[in-house]
């Protein structure tokens, strides 16, 4: 009886730690995207500070450009996926041409801007944590901080940018090829006429399953940017420290991704966005 007891109280423990670590980097990135806004409307809107757009650009070449190969490979194939996986269920009915219709509604509402965020978050998301946290261990972030250069203006302002407009493009890219490949899969080994498909896609979907989509990507970017730069920021402990902030961004990013996806479909639901 004391053994269950014991199990059970350390079980709580670990529950409730969790629940607290939660709480904690929620908090920790919202304070953090603050001074992100603060910085982005100082420079923007009240132009008392010069905007690095030359670092942005770069940011968004380095994580966004070098992304898209792979996003489009992984986007098609979801496609095809989708593609045989639905067709043997829907011919029972008769409805093979409805391949064209899930996988509209699948791609551009969930699985385009998801899947692009979880490949970004692998490709792009630790190397930022990385990079910071490199600079942190060879005292880089102390040195600009010497010279009154605030760190969250300078790294991490262009590299949460780069995350967001990059995965909003992302999203477009993926929600693109995985309906291509739908349908080429569709055409050619399905058998289903061209123009049916064609018609059933652009029938199927709203101008509300497009922006709803990219919405969620741009939360998304965000949510990647954030969490890679804390991480990058206090990172302690050396080289084992960089270690632990690119597994603890690639962790930590694709979770809160998932949770934001289900607020938001929850909410899109309760409104009537579907």
Known sequence: MSRLIVASRNTANRWINGVLSTLELVGAITLLGGLVLKWLHRAVLLRQVRFGFPAAVAQIV??????????????????????LQTSPSLAEFGQTDKVANLIAVAVFRELGPLVAAIVLTGFAGA????????????????????????????????????????????????????????????????EIPYELYKNNTIDQLKVSD?????????????????????????????AAGVGRATTDTVVQTVVMVVIADLIFSALFYALGWN
Do not use: Q, W, Y
Request: proline share 2%; charged share 10%.
């Open 210 to 238: 497009f922006f709803t989509g990219l919405f969620k990507a741009g939360v998304f970017g965000t949510i990647l940017g954030l969490i890679a730069c804390h991480n990058g920021l206090r990172v302690t402990g050396g």
């Open 62 to 83: 380095r994580v966004g450009v070098r992304s898209i190969s792979i996003v489009m490979l992984v986007s098609g194939c979801i496609g095809i996926i989708l593609a």
């Open 127 to 190: 190397s930022i944590a990385a990079e910071i946290g490199t600079m942190v261990v060879g005292e880089e972030i102390e040195a600009l901080e010497s010279m009154a250069l605030d760190p969250v203006r300078f790294l991490v302002v262009p590299r949460v940018l780069a995350t967001t407009m990059s995965l909003v493009l992302l999203a477009v890219i993926g929600d693109l090829t995985s309906v291509i490949m739908g349908g080429v899969t569709g055409v050619f080994f399905l």
